[in-house]
């Protein structure tokens, strides 16, 4: 009898405990599982930096101590408060701090080590960060096609996204017709986080984007995600145009494609 008993509670323990395992998340409710999708965007110093309202980042908190062209250590701040919830400014027409990439370049994919661009470019490979044969650690990152300035119909689009961003110590720069990206420069780091709500920034300058709340999470597991691209990102005509500032009540939804 005793028998019996002890092996219908080892049974119960085994799956409590598997159930546990399989839910993926820690005491706080935090998603701790590798599986699904991210976003894959980019974010310069508009949003993320030290000194930057309404966080204040210390130069430690966003790695600006260590920053370097090809790092992609989690910020400190984002490491040590997964879970946490923040608001992020966005920066301004003109002058955006985050972005999408909608296509990769092929000679990412061409530059190893692997055969998917968006990894190499996370890996650092040679020329992405890391020195290739003339030790050149930025020649594949100039005159990117399809770097697209999130404005605010953009980022009402990603409510209820996971997202990883690599993140720039200055300023992306933009060219528009055709529109291309410039993403030389010195990076603090990655980050992720889920996309909770964007408002209009109301304590800003007249040309503001909103600000939006993001719920943080670990990125050294969302960078194991399934990588994809914002593909119907909408797309500015100019640096002024659409003076796109306030989020609209309704947004399509938005439609992602594999990142290669």
């Known amino acids: 009898m005793f028998k019996k008993r002890y092996g219908f509670f080892s049974l119960m323990v085994f799956l409590v405990m598997g159930s546990c395992l399989s839910d993926a998340s820690d005491e706080n ?5 590798t599986s699904g999708d991210a976003v894959f965007l980019l ?5 993320i930096d030290n000194g930057n309202e309404p966080n204040n980042f210390s130069d430690v908190d966003v790695n600006d101590q260590i920053a370097r062209i090809g790092l992609r250590d989690q910020l400190r701040f984002f490491k040590q408060n997964v ?3 923040i608001d992020l400014y966005t920066g301004q027409v003109g002058d955006e701090g985050w972005f999408a990439l909608t296509s990769i370049p092929n000679r990412w994919v061409n530059a190893g080590p692997t055969e998917n661009g968006l990894r190499n470019y996370l890996a650092p490979g040679p020329g992405l ?5 003339d030790d050149d650690r930025e020649v594949l990152l100039d005159e990117i096609p ?6 605010a119909t953009a980022l009402k689009m990603l409510v209820g996204q996971t997202v990883l961003a690599v993140v720039y110590d200055s300023d992306i720069s933009i060219n528009y017709s055709p529109i291309e990206g410039n993403l030389k420069g010195e990076n603090l780091g990655i980050v992720a986080f889920r996309v909770i709500e964007v408002r209009e920034r109301v304590d800003g300058s007249s040309s503001s984007l909103p600000v939006v709340s993001i719920e943080i999470m ?3 597991l969302v960078i194991n995600r399934n990588m994809v691209l914002f593909s119907n990102v909408p797309r500015p005509s100019s640096s002024s145009e659409p003076f796109d500032i306030r989020p609209p009540s309704n947004v399509n939804s938005p439609e992602f494609i594999d990142a290669n």
């Not at 409710?29 to 599982?33: A, C, E, M, R, T």
């Not at 960060?129 to 044969?133: M, R, T």
């Not at 399809?146 to 404005?151: S, T």
Request: aromatic content about 0%.
């Open 29 to 33: 409710g935090q998603d701790l599982s």
């Open 43 to 47: 974010i310069d110093e508009d949003s």
């Open 83 to 85: 879970g946490s919830r």
């Open 129 to 133: 960060g890391s020195p290739n044969v």
């Open 146 to 151: 399809n770097v697209i300035p999130l404005r």
């Open 218 to 220: 670990d990125a050294d």
